[in-house]
């Protein structure tokens, strides 16, 4: 109907991403019987609390220290991709499926005429919503210069993860899923140990999915005094107008982030001033 009347479709595009998003991450989602319970897209959390990820990461650095745990091996895949995950993706803000088509590289950067340009790491990301003008572009690229030693190696553990399991007996889908349970329990965790939450942050943690670190990147990234193509760009909006409609209260930002996108990123969103 908003194609026939010539409307902005935009928003709707949006609202049937995420849903896509959620139901590869749990199918279940959208397998209740009519009338029960449902989680649309206004129940979801747009920011990610920093005491909760604080607790999060916590409770996974403790799982993962090989000091510490005495879990198997694929378990402790399982802690560990769910901890590489919410490492970086408060930074990144790719969606959840981004990550298994995206590779790190190297981009050179030209500082002034006459001067060699210098390398810096990058991470290209295929777009997953490349479709019908949905997206900057097949590819976009995320400038990495601004990340620690210990950083990059997070990425590259958490890249090494994905493909192996890839290779084994497991699918996107159920990788997405093992987190996503994950995440779950830690919410489940966090509120039976702080009952004295009050009903809306209680509420907002129950909601806390992974696709709420795109969220909170953003709220991140507007923090950071990011502007519009800026943001466009980082997390692979066509246009600018969808981030200011949708994503990102800069009052919710709690992390300054080390990454920005490329110059050919930027370029390639529409309605770039």
């Given at each position: ?26 199918p ?21 609390d ?19 745990s ?17 490492k970086?993706?408060?930074?990144l803000?790719?969606?959840q ?16 005429i ?41 990425m ?22 093992v ?35 795109r ?10 005094g ?14 600018t ?27 390639a ?5």
């Amino acid at each position: 109907n908003a194609i026939a009347a010539n409307e902005d479709i935009e928003y709707f595009k949006d609202t049937y991403d995420q849903i896509r998003d959620w139901y590869i991450a749990d199918p279940s989602l959208v397998k209740k019987p009519l009338g029960s319970e449902k989680r649309t897209s206004s129940d979801k959390t747009k920011y990610f609390d920093k005491q909760f990820y604080d607790f999060c990461i916590e409770n996974l650095s403790y799982k993962i220290n090989p000091m510490r745990s005495r879990r198997s091996e694929k378990t402790t895949d399982k802690h560990r991709m769910l901890f590489y995950f919410l490492k970086l993706n408060i930074q990144l803000g790719l969606r959840q499926v981004e990550w298994f088509g995206a590779a790190p590289s190297t981009y050179l950067i030209s500082k002034s005429i006459g001067n060699p340009p210098s390398p810096s790491p990058s991470l290209i990301i295929e777009n997953a919503k490349n479709t019908n003008g949905r997206a900057n572009g097949d590819t976009r690229e995320i400038l990495l210069n601004g990340f620690t030693s210990d950083q990059l190696k997070t990425m590259n553990d958490y890249l090494f993860l994905l493909r192996k399991y890839r290779h084994t007996n497991y699918d996107e889908n159920q990788l997405l899923r093992v987190m996503s349970r994950g995440l779950k329990s830690l919410c489940e965790q966090y509120i039976k140990a702080n009952p004295k939450l009050n009903e809306k942050l209680k509420n907002d943690i129950e909601n806390t999915t992974l696709y709420t670190t795109r969220h909170q990147a953003i709220n991140n990234a507007k923090m950071s005094g990011y502007n519009k193509g800026k943001i466009a760009a980082m997390f692979g909006h066509s246009s600018t107008t969808t981030q200011s409609k949708h994503y990102g209260q800069k009052g919710k930002g709690w992390l300054k982030l080390q990454a920005q996108p490329t110059l050919e990123t930027i370029l390639a969103v529409r309605n770039n001033a």
